[in-house]
C-alpha cells in the first residue's frame, strides 16, 4: 500500500470507533450501472486508505485486495411513488411504509467476514423502474460527513473524466493549532462541559459489553422497540417565523441553533427535566493542525448543562414557543462559544487522548433518552451530479443521511439510539433523521407542521 498509514488517531476512536455512516441519495432517473462501477474502481485504486478494511476489534484498518463486495448492485419492479411523496412545501419525504421496503431492497446476502471486517468504504445500488436509489457506506472512524462529501466529490470527478490527486497522510496524533491558544481569551465554566460529558460517557470495554446486554435484556422483555427510525422534514417557513423574531430582538443566532432548539424544546415537552440528556457534535476541524484534505473525525460531543436542560420561571410563564425557542437557542449558542474557549478544547482533546483504545459507552439505562445532533446543513450533497442511462448528469431528489451501528452489531438488533442527522433541504429548511422515540417523532412533527 506505499507505505501508506491507516491507524485512527484518539478521536477516530471515541464515539465513531462502533458506528458507520450511511447515505442515501434517490434519483428519478435510472443512473448509468456500468460507468458507476468503473469510476468507484478507479477511486479505491487511486486510494489506498479507501481499499483497507477495519479489524474485528475497530482499532484500525488492514489492507485488502477483496474489493468484490464493496460494490452491489440490486434491481427492483417497483416506482418511486410506492415509497416517496411531497409535502406542502415540495419537498420529497418518505410515506409511512416507505422505510421499510427501502430497508428490504437493500437487504444483499454478505459474508460474515464482510461484515465483521468491514471495507472502508462500499456502494449498494438498486435500479427501479423509473429512478435509482443509492446507499453510500462509510465506516465512521475512517472519516465524518465532510470526509464523505470529498470522497464522493472525488467519485463525481472521476465520473467526469476528470483525473484526481493523492490524498494527505492520515494523522496519527492530534494538536491544536498555535494561534488556538494565542487569541482566544478563556471563558469561565469551560470546565462544565467535559464534567456534563463524563457524566453521561465512559470508556471501556466491560462497560461497552454491559451496556450491550442491559439493551438486549430491555429489549426482550419489552418485545418491541419504543424508538423507531424516522425523518421529519422541518420547512424552511417554520425556522424563518422565529429567525424573524431573533432579528427584531436583535438576537445573534444561526438558523442550526435554531434548529437544535426546536429539538430540544420538543424534547423538553416530551421526556419533562432532568429525564433525558441533550447535545450535539462540535467539528473542530478548523482548530486542528493537519492538512484540510484528511479524511478523519475531527469532532467531539458536546452535552448541555443541567441549568441549560431545565426551564427557568420566565421560560414556563412564556406562552409563546416561539419565544422559547429562541431563548433556548441563545443558551446554545452561548454554550458553543464556551465550548471553543482554549480551556475546553484543551481539556476534551486531553480526555480523549487518555482514554488509549477503549471504546465508549453511555453511563445511562437503554431506555434513558440520549439524544445527540449531528449537524450537516452546510454540505451540499444535493448538488452531486451522476450520470444517467441517457447520459444527462441529474442530482439527487432526495438525501438522507444515517449514522447507526456496525452491520455485524445490527443482527444483534443494537443499533446506536437517538443520534439525530440533519441535513439542509436545499430549500430553506431541514430533514432530521434518527433512531428516537416515537413520542418525539410525533411531538416533532406537531410543532413543525406548515399550517394550512
Not at 130 to 144: E, I, R
Not at 210 to 219: F, Q, V
Not at 345 to 357: D, I, K, S, T, V
Not at 370 to 385: E, H
Amino acid at each position: 500500500m506505499s507505505g501508506y498509514k491507516m491507524q485512527p488517531h484518539c478521536l477516530d476512536l471515541g464515539p465513531p470507533q462502533l458506528l458507520q455512516t450511511t447515505l442515501m441519495l434517490v434519483f428519478r432517473q435510472r443512473l448509468d450501472q456500468v460507468l458507476l462501477k468503473q469510476a468507484f474502481w478507479q477511486l479505491l485504486v487511486t486510494h489506498p486508505v479507501l481499499r483497507m478494511r477495519l479489524n474485528i476489534l475497530r482499532t484500525g484498518y488492514f489492507p485488502s485486495s477483496d474489493l468484490q463486495e464493496c460494490w452491489k448492485i440490486g434491481y427492483a419492479d417497483k416506482r418511486l411513488r410506492e415509497y416517496f411523496s411531497r409535502d406542502k412545501s415540495g419537498a420529497w419525504q418518505l410515506t409511512p411504509g416507505g422505510r421499510n421496503g427501502i430497508h428490504e431492497l437493500f437487504r444483499f446476502s454478505d459474508s460474515w467476514w464482510f461484515r465483521i471486517n468491514p471495507p472502508a468504504i462500499q456502494i449498494r445500488l438498486v435500479l427501479l423502474e423509473d429512478g435509482c436509489l443509492m446507499n453510500f457506506v462509510v465506516q465512521h472512524s475512517l472519516c465524518d460527513a465532510t470526509g464523505m462529501l470529498d470522497i464522493l466529490h472525488e467519485y463525481v470527478a472521476l465520473l467526469r473524466g476528470k483525473p484526481i490527486g493523492l490524498r494527505s497522510q492520515r494523522p496519527q496524533s492530534l494538536r491544536l493549532k498555535k494561534e488556538v491558544n494565542g487569541k482566544r481569551k478563556a471563558l469561565p465554566n469551560s470546565g462544565e462541559l467535559l464534567t456534563a460529558f463524563k457524566d453521561q460517557y465512559g470508556f471501556g470495554i466491560l462497560g461497552l459489553v454491559w451496556y450491550g446486554l442491559l439493551t438486549w435484556i430491555y429489549l426482550l422483555f419489552r418485545h418491541s422497540n419504543p424508538r423507531s427510525e424516522q425523518t421529519v422534514h422541518v420547512p424552511g417557513s417554520v425556522i424563518d417565523r422565529v429567525s424573524e423574531l431573533a432579528l427584531e430582538k436583535e438576537i445573534k443566532v444561526t438558523r442550526n441553533d435554531l434548529l437544535m432548539a426546536t429539538l430540544l424544546q420538543a424534547s423538553q415537552k416530551v421526556f419533562g427535566q432532568g429525564n433525558f440528556a441533550f447535545g450535539f457534535v462540535l467539528s473542530v476541524r478548523k482548530d486542528l493542525d493537519c492538512p484540510e484534505d484528511t479524511l478523519h473525525n475531527p469532532w467531539w460531543v458536546i452535552l448541555l448543562p443541567s441549568h441549560i436542560m431545565n426551564r427557568s420561571r420566565s421560560e414556563k410563564k412564556c406562552l409563546n414557543p416561539q419565544a422559547r425557542i429562541l431563548e433556548l437557542a441563545s443558551k446554545i449558542r452561548e454554550i458553543i462559544i464556551v465550548s471553543r474557549s482554549p480551556d475546553c478544547m484543551r481539556a476534551f482533546l486531553a480526555h480523549y487522548e487518555n482514554q488509549g483504545m477503549l471504546p465508549i459507552y453511555p453511563r445511562t439505562a437503554p431506555h434513558f433518552p440520549n439524544i445527540i445532533v449531528s449537524s450537516s446543513n452546510q454540505l451540499n450533497f444535493q448538488s452531486l451530479g451522476f450520470p444517467d442511462e441517457n447520459g444527462r448528469y441529474v442530482r439527487p431528489g432526495y438525501v438522507e443521511l444515517d449514522v447507526q451501528m456496525s452491520s455485524y452489531i445490527l443482527e444483534w438488533g443494537l443499533n446506536h439510539n437517538d443520534v439525530v442527522t440533519t441535513l439542509s433541504d436545499g430549500l430553506g429548511g431541514f430533514y432530521v433523521h434518527g433512531t428516537c422515540h416515537m413520542e418525539l417523532w410525533e411531538e416533532l412533527r406537531r410543532c413543525t407542521s406548515c399550517p394550512t
